[in-house]
């Protein structure tokens, strides 16, 4: 609840939050809780969710997916509506994100005649700024009358371009009016990013929230809620709760499959 309240007022100050914990903590749970109240209560707040994965190799992976969901948000939206939010380099995106050439095929069906701008950049340098460039203006023109959320799971397994695509997006001044929650591990060996490599990319206002196993206690309290309603006895609900509270090691994913 404490953490909703930081998310709503995060929206207001384009405030950004990274969740660091081990697997099995509940970072994911709690940021599906999370995305769900923002859909339940703000209905008009765009909700862009992604994940990350350890052996997916496309470019800029760890915005892949927010991409693929941004898109099918575009698709039901009338052409000239997304032609207002397009950037007119938008093809450079496309270039990137192939999801997008749907985009501009669609457009150019309903419009005869009225293409987009066709724009080649063979420097890999000024096409990577360029991209970067029009990725922050789509943003920026999808925020304007109303502040955007983007959810990315599993930031550690990011490669450093996306890393830096997402510090493009969020850098002042004049950031997109956008709110960033993203977990990751708190890893600091292999091909993993940790908190302070992502940090060292983010030049934004942050806030960096640790979840730390539960305790004892709390781990038998959540062991004994999910025990009522089952065909475990009333009198064996307390000794069987005490002995997944100690064997879980405080993670709630392995009080819930014990």
């Not at 703000?42 to 991409?67: S, T």
């Not at 009225?114 to 000024?126: E, K, N, R, S, W």
């Not at 006895?233 to 014990?258: D, H, I, W």
């Amino acid at each position: 609840e404490a953490l909703h309240r930081m998310v709503l007022a995060g929206l207001l100050a384009r405030g950004h939050i990274l969740l660091e914990g081990l697997p099995g903590l509940g970072k994911t749970a709690l940021l599906d809780e999370l995305q769900r109240r923002i859909v339940l209560r703000a209905p008009h707040v765009p909700v862009f969710a992604g994940r990350c994965y350890e052996r997916e190799l496309v470019p800029f992976k760890a915005l892949d997916e927010v991409i693929d969901n941004l898109t099918h948000q575009l698709d039901a939206l009338p052409s000239e509506v997304v032609r207002a939010i397009l950037p007119k380099d938008v093809r450079i995106l496309a270039q990137a994100f192939p999801v997008f050439h749907n985009v501009v095929a669609s457009i150019a069906e309903s419009e005869a005649g009225d293409t987009l701008d066709t724009v080649f950049i063979a420097d890999p340098q000024q096409q990577r700024a360029a991209l970067f460039s029009c990725l922050r203006a789509l943003f920026t023109n999808l925020a304007r009358y109303r502040p955007l959320v983007v959810v990315i799971h599993d930031l550690q397994w990011a490669d450093r371009d996306s890393v830096a695509l997402i510090a493009e997006l969020t850098r002042p001044p004049e950031a997109p009016p956008m709110m960033l929650l993203a977990t990751l591990r708190p890893v600091e060996h292999g091909n993993a990013l940790s908190y302070q490599a992502v940090a060292r990319y983010l030049a934004c206002e942050r806030r960096q929230l640790v979840i730390e196993p539960l305790s004892v206690s709390s781990a038998r309290e959540l062991a004994h809620a999910l025990l009522e309603g089952t065909s475990v006895s009333g009198g064996e609900v307390a000794t069987l709760a005490q002995a997944v509270a100690e064997e879980s090691l405080g993670l709630p994913y392995f009080v819930e499959l014990l």
